[in-house]
């Protein structure tokens, strides 16, 4: 089984505009698509460093001298790359979202296709799983979760099947919330409500939203003036915030302007929106809500 077919392959790592001496950071390394292809591009000088918090992914690791692989969340980007003695870097990749890997192994919990454990870690050294947010949130903080990270109008509906449920016996596996969730999902839509809740819980179980931001605020801190950040995401909530922070440096809100209207902006975007080919969406099904956002530190 291959493990993760790297979604815009060419496009992300043509971002980076790879000096051949340079140092570079893929911080979502998974099956190691997006690193060989930096790797192809670097020269004897050259040096990769990659972040993976899948354990599973140290099976990939490339075994060259110029590359080092941190089992580690990209969210401690800076800390980690100090302490191999990198302060600053001249590109940074990010491909954001669950590796085709995470989805195909049933018992990761991953996918609405399979039946296995709610799980749904990244990194199995979470102490925080699915089952715990399913059998142990009380039913404000479900309806939160199913609002914000799922984007789902009836959450708190949903919040309450689970808290109805839940006092008759355990929901142990994907199967049986699939079957406690049923009575809520109309046939011609059931899929891509799953598709949201199963994403929702994900992303409180790996804190995503905030790994993500405290990612994004590093990554302007150890990237060099005219260093480059390629990022592809999967969803909106992902997009939103790579496509806020690229813009002006914030998450929420606006910066504060001088006297003359002006705001100093952190980026220059380099290319305007990228998306999948028909060609490639084809090939790589994953690849058909990818969003490519590429940008320059000023």
Same mark, same amino acid.
């Given at each position: 089984?291959?493990?993760?077919?790297?979604?815009?392959?060419?496009?992300?790592?043509?971002?980076?505009?790879?000096?051949?001496?340079? =140092?570079?950071?893929?911080?979502?390394?998974?099956?190691?698509?997006?690193?060989?292809?930096?790797?192809?591009?670097?020269?004897?000088?050259?040096?990769?460093?990659a972040f993976d918090q899948d354990e599973d992914a140290l099976?990939?690791?490339?075994?060259?001298?110029?590359?080092?692989?941190?089992?580690?969340?990209?969210?401690?980007?800076?800390?980690?790359?100090?302490?191999?003695?990198?302060?600053?870097?001249?590109?940074?990749?990010?491909?954001?979202?669950? &590796?085709?890997?995470?989805?195909? %192994?049933? !018992?990761?919990?991953? &996918?609405?296709?399979?039946?296995?454990?709610?799980?749904?870690?990244?990194?199995?050294?979470?102490?925080?799983?699915?089952?715990?947010?399913?059998?142990?949130?009380?039913?404000?903080?479900?309806?939160?979760?199913?609002?914000?990270?799922?984007?789902?109008?009836?959450?708190?509906?949903?919040?309450?099947? =689970?808290?109805?449920?839940?006092?008759?016996?355990?929901?142990k596996n994907t199967e049986q919330l699939k079957a406690v969730l049923?009575?809520?999902?109309?046939?011609?839509?059931?899929?891509?409500?799953?598709? *949201?809740?199963?994403?929702?819980?994900?992303?409180?179980?790996? *804190?995503?939203?905030?790994?993500?931001? !405290? #990612?994004?605020?590093?990554?302007?801190?150890?990237?060099? $003036?005219?260093?480059?950040?390629?990022?592809?995401?999967?969803? &909106?909530?992902?997009?939103?915030?790579?496509?806020? #922070?690229?813009?002006?440096?914030?998450?929420?809100?606006? $910066?504060?302007?001088?006297?003359?209207?002006?705001?100093? %902006? $952190?980026?220059?975007?380099?290319?305007?929106?990228?998306?999948?080919?028909?060609?490639?969406?084809?090939?790589?099904?994953?690849?058909?809500?990818?969003?490519?956002?590429?940008?320059?530190?000023?």
């Open positions: 089984m291959e493990y993760h077919n790297p979604v815009l392959l060419k496009e992300t790592v043509d971002g980076l505009n790879i000096q051949p001496g340079g =140092i570079y950071v893929d911080v979502t390394f998974g099956g190691g698509g997006h690193s060989r292809e930096i790797m192809s591009r670097l020269d004897a000088d050259g040096k990769l460093y099976a990939n690791v490339i075994a060259d001298d110029r590359f080092t692989l941190i089992n580690e969340n990209f969210r401690y980007l800076k800390r980690f790359l100090r302490f191999h003695g990198v302060r600053q870097v001249d590109g940074i990749l990010a491909d954001l979202g669950v &590796s085709s890997h995470q989805f195909d %192994v049933a !018992e990761r919990g991953f &996918s609405t296709r399979f039946e296995g454990d709610l799980d749904m870690r990244m990194s199995q050294k979470n102490a925080l799983n699915a089952y715990k947010v399913v059998n142990e949130y009380d039913e404000a903080n479900l309806r939160r979760v199913f609002l914000e990270y799922g984007e789902l109008k009836n959450a708190p509906v949903i919040a309450r099947t =689970i808290m109805e449920a839940r006092t008759q016996k355990p929901v049923a009575k809520l999902l109309p046939p011609h839509k059931a899929n891509k409500i799953l598709a *949201q809740i199963y994403q929702a819980i994900r992303i409180e179980v790996n *804190q995503e939203m905030e790994a993500l931001k !405290e #990612f994004l605020e590093q990554s302007l801190e150890v990237l060099k $003036p005219g260093g480059r950040l390629s990022v592809i995401s999967y969803h &909106s909530l992902e997009d939103r915030l790579v496509k806020r #922070f690229i813009r002006n440096g914030m998450f929420e809100g606006e $910066p504060e302007r001088d006297f003359f209207g002006n705001f100093s %902006v $952190p980026f220059k975007t380099i290319e305007k929106l990228i998306v999948p080919d028909e060609a490639e969406i084809a090939r790589n099904n994953r690849a058909r809500s990818a969003k490519l956002r590429v940008a320059e530190k000023l």
